[in-house]
């Protein structure tokens, strides 16, 4: 099994509205996002599992919706870690070719904590 994995940082807003807490205050963080992909079978001519030039722009795609944005202007739930890295998921996966399986996405809000989603 193959495993290959690409990330990027954006800079993003948000806010958890009822949290009895001081994030229910707007604040801003650095997120880290990761994705990665698996599959048994390379390519037979070029050697790839995925090219890492269309895994990267799969993920800037939904990057570039939530860069330099408040999270809950853009998004219909409450944008915890969790719930932003299921979306990525969501949005990722229309992207990912068939022969390959978009294993998981984990989201850094900072250097020590990370939400990481995987479908059952
Ligand atoms: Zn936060």
């Known amino acids: 099994m193959f495993e290959l994995m690409v990330e990027k940082t954006f800079d993003a807003a948000h806010y958890l509205e009822g949290y009895n807490g001081k994030c ?4 801003g963080h650095t997120y880290r996002v990761q994705l ?10 070029f050697g790839m599992l995925m090219d890492f030039k269309d895994m990267k722009h799969a993920l800037n795609s939904v990057v570039e919706q939530l860069d330099h944005r408040i999270l809950n202007d853009v998004v219909k739930f409450q944008p915890t870690t969790e719930q932003m890295a299921k979306f990525f998921y969501d949005q990722l996966l229309p992207n990912i070719p ?5 294993k998981k996405v984990v989201l850094w809000e900072n250097p020590t904590n990370c939400a990481i989603y995987t479908p059952d």
């Open 36 to 45: 990665c992909v698996a599959g048994p079978n390379l390519d037979p001519k």
């Open 24 to 27: 229910s205050r707007m604040h």
């Open 98 to 102: 068939k022969n390959v399986t978009l």
